[in-house]
């Protein structure tokens, strides 16, 4: 069940980061596609959905939201650089939030 639902979690994220790419492509440079990318997801509930599905009730906005969003913001750069496609992004970006251990550290810190 696990890995099904890590396949359809990082899915929805690369169709998000997909539609954010194309609906902001030609008016803001990608850095901040991925800062829209972590400040929406926010606003949208998708990170209390998120965090709903470890039985926290939602997800918190700390000191270090915008912080989290320029760190957003870097990645999502560096990984369009290397991939060249939001989908894509947006898949391995979620990915490796998940085996690096930054989703744990998400769920410990944003989710109450």
């Known amino acids: 069940m696990y890995l099904l639902s890590l396949v359809e979690e990082s899915t929805f994220v690369g169709i998000y980061c997909y539609i954010l790419y194309y609906l902001l492509n030609s008016y803001i440079p990608i850095f901040w596609i ?3 990318k972590h400040f929406l997801g926010y606003y949208l509930g998708l990170q209390t959905l998120y965090c709903s599905q470890y039985g926290k009730r939602k997800s918190i906005i700390t000191k270090k939201f915008v912080i989290d969003c320029l760190y957003e ?10 991939f060249k496609n939001a989908f894509i992004v947006g898949v391995v970006f979620h990915l490796l939030s998940e ?3 930054i989703h744990k550290l998400f769920i410990k810190y944003r989710c109450k």
Do not use: D, R, V
């Open 34 to 36: 991925g800062f829209i």
């Open 99 to 101: 085996y690096t251990g």
């Open 73 to 82: 913001g870097i990645g999502f750069s560096i990984l369009f650089y290397i």
